[in-house]
Nanobody, 126 residues
């Protein structure tokens, strides 16, 4: 069974750092695109960062560029999102997703044909 299991998240003060993990099983992460999305209440699902495999090209949304880093450990079949200089506006539920070409969700994060992790809450206090 193919699945993504997320870990990490929680609460941090503004300016702090946090790393999210997304462990894959049932497939190899270096054969698909992996994305980190986030969605706050009342907001649309936003692609925060992605990595295009096997090329390894990365994408960052303008709001996180220079603060977030996507990386992967192929031996552990795990993708990471390192987040630093966190801001209150980064508060959201974060999801990892995988697909051979990520497809923007038509609705909420977790919908559509991407394979999704379970989501994890990140709360940044002022």
């Amino acid at each position: 069974e193919r699945q993504l299991v997320q870990s990490g998240g929680g609460s941090v003060e503004a300016g702090g750092s946090m790393t999210l993990s997304c462990a894959a099983s049932g497939f190899n992460i270096n054969e698909v695109d992996i994305g980190w999305y986030r969605q706050a209440p009342g907001d649309e699902c936003e692609l925060v960062s992605s990595i295009n495999n096997p090329v390894g090209a990365t994408y960052y949304a303008g709001s996180v560029k220079g603060r977030f880093t996507i990386s992967q450990d192929n031996a552990k079949n795990t993708v990471f999102l390192g987040m630093s200089s966190l801001k209150p506006e980064d508060t959201s539920v974060y999801f990892c997703a995988a697909n051979r070409g990520l497809i923007p969700p038509a609705g909420s994060c977790g919908s559509g044909s991407n394979l999704w992790g379970q989501g994890t809450q990140v709360t940044v206090s002022p």
